[in-house]
């Protein structure tokens, strides 16, 4: 079985800052992470090859020359190679670009049965990748994967609802894009990390690698563009009442006549 | 002299920082408080490959450097001293010696399965009567046939009884003395090798410290290491290598005691401001922080010197002695620091310096560093 898993290099949410004027993501300084979904999806994937040891997996990405680090990091928890796409001529691409890029280098892979997304990037939430990529390549998907598995070639999964979820069952060539929750990451192996930097299993692939016109590509290839990136006010900071359920209801009475919100007439 | 990691060592740092802080601290009171050896982190450790990591590719490791190794067991003795001490008897006592004296069978035969982690590793040389003075061995080993008897008792065995391989050393010849000693590997399904005591400590309680008893044990003459009257050369080679493990333990203990106070001092407030505020308090860390760095290029000092083929036995027994004596010292101020709240075990801090104090005995006391310095500089 080959395997083809789309991972995107982020910045870590948890450490990041905003700028308070320009509204912006301050990323100076912030530790790079593969994106969580992403780290799911992989995993799924090397689960596939904990069972099945002759499964191939390719880790691929597009991102600036600084993106390799998550390909190594996908190399080191076992996938077999990675692909960095990185060209200036990508750079600014919004989720339109970028899936017809994906999905062109994805063609000149050309051998895959699966391929694993993760739902979004934690940096842009759009969740649009994965199903775009879909598309583009004409062959089902089922999103929001958050059980996976895999019998004589049969593929059976649980796609996660707000209240539920549904069984989805398919054949390959499937897309499938994963939630966090569909498993445990494994940390990356100290051999293969060793391996990873030693042996030359990355490659690089530019514009000209890929068969595709510059207009679908990039800043020009993309029909949406940010106008503005603003921090949400903050709404007025929460207060939690202590006390027995009486004490807390009278606290909270009197808080509430205090404020004119509630009156005696 | 420069010691900026590479990016290899840099990732396997960011690992065993992240595996530590997941793995290894949220358990690490429970397995002080049940004296309790933590398989389940050995079993993660042996899936993340980190038993291995310096042993070569070839025979199954992960082919990393002495100082990939060290911040391994650095790391995870920030959070864990019983945890940094259970890689480091394994990687220094029980994979190192070998790889260097093994012949190829042994190692295909015992190195792969330590280094996979299928096995653990143990090193079986103090005894009841021969502790620093390691020459008075007084297990015998005796050829008969294609076997040695085996017959003896050690103890204070760091992995015993939870090891597969243990390398253990026993007089073949008592008329040569040191040269009389012999090394060979063990199983621990030989016949006539048991398990005795099983010490109760007060440091690093999780870590398996037992004793080991061969009664007419049998070892097929093929498990000797190395040549026979080569048993004390290989124990000594061998703990010289050891001993930038537990020097790596011991600094990773100080650094752990050192994050956990800066922390404390900046929340903690008496007289209304944080007593990190107060200049006797600030006098106290800065001298901690400086001796834990000293520590710090002294361990990298000899993992490099050893990594690089370099003479490193002078270099680990001071990295040894300065990192064990630091831990030692942080350790006890860090409980001072953190007043009646360090006292108690609400708080990681009299774990830590109960840790500490092993760091200036085993693989040779801070005495015996002492010793091999001076010999080194005064031969």
């Known amino acids: 079985m080959k395997i083809i898993v789309c991972i995107k290099q982020v910045p870590d949410t948890n450490e990041v800052k905003i700028d308070p004027v320009k509204g912006t993501l301050l990323r100076e300084g912030v530790p790079s992470i593969l994106n969580p979904d992403d780290k799911a999806a992989l995993e799924e994937a090397l689960r596939v090859k904990d069972e099945h040891p002759e499964t191939h997996i390719t880790v691929l990405t597009m991102g600036p020359p600084q993106a390799e680090e998550v390909l190594i990091e996908g190399v080191a928890m076992g996938a077999d190679t990675g692909i960095l796409l990185s060209d200036r001529a990508f750079a600014g691409a919004d989720t339109w670009a970028t899936s017809n890029t994906l999905a062109k280098a994805i063609e000149k892979i050309g051998d895959y049965d699966i391929i694993f997304c993760g739902r979004q990037a934690i940096d842009g939430d759009t969740a649009q990748v994965g199903p775009q990529i879909g598309e583009r390549l004409g062959i089902p998907q089922v999103s929001y994967v958050e059980k996976f598995y895999l019998k004589d070639g049969n593929i059976r999964v649980h796609r996660a609802l707000e209240d539920g979820y549904e069984i989805i069952e398919g054949k390959p060539p499937i897309l499938l894009t994963t939630i966090k929750e569909l498993n445990k990451p494994r940390y990356p192996s100290i051999p293969g990390i060793m391996k990873a930097y030693r042996e030359d299993l990355i490659k690089v692939w530019t514009y000209g690698d890929l068969d595709i016109p510059s207009t679908d590509i990039g800043l020009d290839g993309s029909p949406t563009q940010v106008k503005r990136s603003f921090t949400p006010e903050q709404k007025g900071k929460g207060e939690i009442l202590d006390g027995s359920t009486d004490e807390k209801v009278q606290q909270l009475m009197k808080k509430l006549q205090e404020n004119n919100l509630l009156r005696r007439d | 002299m420069n010691f900026n990691l590479t990016k290899e060592q840099q990732m396997i740092q960011k690992t065993v920082i992240r595996f530590t802080k997941n793995e290894v601290e949220p358990i690490a009171a429970e397995v002080d408080e049940n004296q309790r050896f933590p398989t389940e982190t050995v079993e993660k450790m042996q899936r993340c490959g980190m038993m291995g990591i310096a042993v070569p590719r070839e025979y199954g490791g992960a082919g990393a450097d002495e100082l990939a190794y060290v911040l391994a067991v650095e790391e995870l003795s920030k959070s864990c001293a019983t945890t940094g001490v259970i890689l480091s008897a394994h990687s220094s006592l029980g994979c190192w010696p070998i790889q260097q004296f093994g012949t190829e069978g042994q190692k295909k035969k015992y190195l792969k399965p330590l280094a996979s982690g299928e096995k653990l590793g143990a090193f079986g040389l103090t005894e009841p009567n021969a502790g620093t003075d390691a020459a008075g061995q007084q297990t015998v080993a005796v050829p008969e046939g294609d ?60 870590s398996a410290t037992t004793e080991l008893v061969f009664k007419n044990m049998m070892v097929p003459k093929e498990n000797l290491l190395g040549k026979e009257g080569q048993g004390f050369k290989i124990a000594m080679q061998t703990l010289d290598g050891g001993r930038i493990g537990i020097a790596a333990q011991a600094l ?43 520590s710090k290029l002294l361990v990298y000092q000899a993992a490099a010197a050893k990594s690089e083929g370099k003479p490193y036995g002078k270099l680990a027994a001071m990295a040894k002695l300065f990192a064990s004596e630091t831990a030692m010292e942080v350790t006890t101020k860090a409980v001072q620091l953190h007043g009646g709240y360090g006292y108690t075990s609400d708080y990681p801090i009299e774990r830590m310096m109960r840790d500490a104090k092993i760091t200036e005995i085993y693989e040779g006391t801070s005495e015996v560093q002492k010793m091999v310095v001076a010999a080194d500089i005064l031969r």
């Open chain 2, 147 to 206: 076997h040695y008897r085996i017959n003896g008792t050690k103890i204070f065995i760091t992995n015993g009884g939870e090891a597969g391989i243990y390398i253990i050393f026993a007089m073949t010849d008592a008329s040569k003395g040191l040269k009389g000693i012999s090394a060979f590997i063990v199983e621990s399904d030989t016949p006539g090798f048991s398990i005795g005591k099983k010490e109760k400590k007060l440091g690093i309680r999780g």
């Open chain 2, 252 to 294: 990773g203990i100080a650094e752990g005691a050192m994050e956990k106070s800066i922390r404390y001092v900046k929340e903690r407030e008496q007289f209304n401001r944080p007593i990190g505020k107060f200049q006797g308090l600030q006098f106290m860390m800065a001298d901690m922080e400086t001796k834990i760095q000293a």
